[in-house]
C-alpha cells in the first residue's frame, strides 16, 4: 500500500465513523508509525507502507474510529508548544486553555518571585508551561487523583521542572501562600450530553454538580480558610456559567477583570484599590 492509498482509505474509514478530523488524525498516525514528517509523506505519496506498519496503522485507526481521543492513541499531544505525555487518567489539554496562559502574562502587580498553584492540574501541561514562561516563580500542581498525579510528575521530570507535584483536594495541600491560582476544574453540568470523544475521558475531570459549578463553589470555601488569599483566579467554565461565577467571585470579594472566551480572570478587590 502507498502512502496515497492509505491516506484515502483512512480518510474514508473515519469518516464514516463520523471523525471530524479524519484525514488529519490519518496523517498524525502515519507519521508516528513510518517516522517521516507529514510535509515528506505529502510530497512522497507513492512510498510503500510496509506490511507491519500497515497492520500497526490498521489498529490505531479502529480505536480512533471509535472516537477514542487522538492524544490518548498516541499517548502524548502538544499544548502551547511543547509536548505532554497524555494517558485516559487525565484531560486532553484544550485549545481554550491556552487563552489562560495567555492572560497570565497581562497581570499587573505581581511580585518577580510570584507564588502560583495549577488547582485540579491533571497532566499538569497548564503549570508546566507557567513555570516554562516564568522560570522564578514557584509552582504547585495540585491533584486529588493519584493515577492523574502520575502522569503530572512524568511531564515535569521531562522538562527537569523545579516543581511540587502534590496530592491535594483543591487547595487543602497546598505548601505556599500563593498569588495566582489556575484553575480549570471540573465544570460541566451533571447530565449534560457530552460528545462520544469525551465520554472516554476521566468523568471526575469532567462532571462539576447540577450546574456544573460545585468544585469553584468547595474553591472558594477554602479560600476563606487560607492565611493570605491569591491576588488573581484565572478559571475556565462554559460561557453561559459566567454570570453565576462572576457573582460567586464577588460575594467572595474578587471582581471580574478580564472575560475571554471559556476563561475569567478575577482581581482581588482589595488589591484594585
Known sequence: MTVNQYLLDATRKLEQAGVGTARLDALVLLEDITGHDRSHLLANPDIQISTAQDAKLTKLLSRRAKHIPLAYIRGTTEFYGKNFVITPAVLEP????????????????????????????GSGALGIIAKLNHPNWSVELLEIDENALKIAQMNVDKYTMDTSVIRSDLLSESKQDNDVLLCNLPYVPDGYQINTAASHEPSIAIFGGPDGLAVYRKLFEQLRGVAKRPLYLLFESLPPQHAALEKLASSEGYELRVEEDFIQVFELKQNRS
Open 94 to 121: 484544550r485549545p481554550e486553555s491556552e487563552t489562560m496562559i495567555e492572560l497570565l502574562t497581562t497581570l499587573p502587580n505581581l511580585p518577580q518571585n510570584a507564588r502560583l498553584a495549577d488547582v485540579g492540574t
